[in-house]
């Protein structure tokens, strides 16, 4: 009978632990979160021009394509930011097709900084999504990301010469 206070009073302490660590991970889950890996590929007929596939409650709906390629989420009805924050250390790969199907939009890891480097952010190339990667510059060129020109035609991302540069134009 001597041993049964140390008995509770060791349940008691485990279970003020248990508690305590539940609270932690409850309330700093999304702190830790880390890029998941690419969604599997979802077996859809491709979309007319202008639409894209949406998974939303139980179903994949049809709907019109995000305004850019941004982390978008569909609420029913419109297209809006959405309000969680990435995780540390990743970028966001658009929605796009491959030969396996419609590929949801989802964050990836990012490599580790390259000293040296310029970061080339992720980027679609013809029909290809290029992944963010750190790239040593050209001599006296710098990277601009691409853009929508004032007209609204796409420029793709790419090198250019440096302002600074005492290089001759080629």
Known sequence: MRGMP???A???ALFKVIL???VIIIFCGGALAMPSPAPTPVKLSSPPPGKVWVHFGESWIL???P???GPYVWNGTVWVIDPTPPPP???WVPGHWTVEGWVPGHWVAVSPETPGAVWVPGHWKNVRWVPGHWKTPPPGREWVAGHYAPGGRWVPGHWKLNSRSTEPTR
Do not use: D, I, K, M
Request: with cysteine.
């Open 6 to 8: 140390r008995s509770r």
């Open 10 to 12: 060791t349940v008691l």
């Open 20 to 22: 305590c660590l539940s």
């Open 67 to 69: 305004p850019v390629p």
């Open 63 to 65: 709907v019109s394509a």
């Open 89 to 91: 250390g990743a970028e």
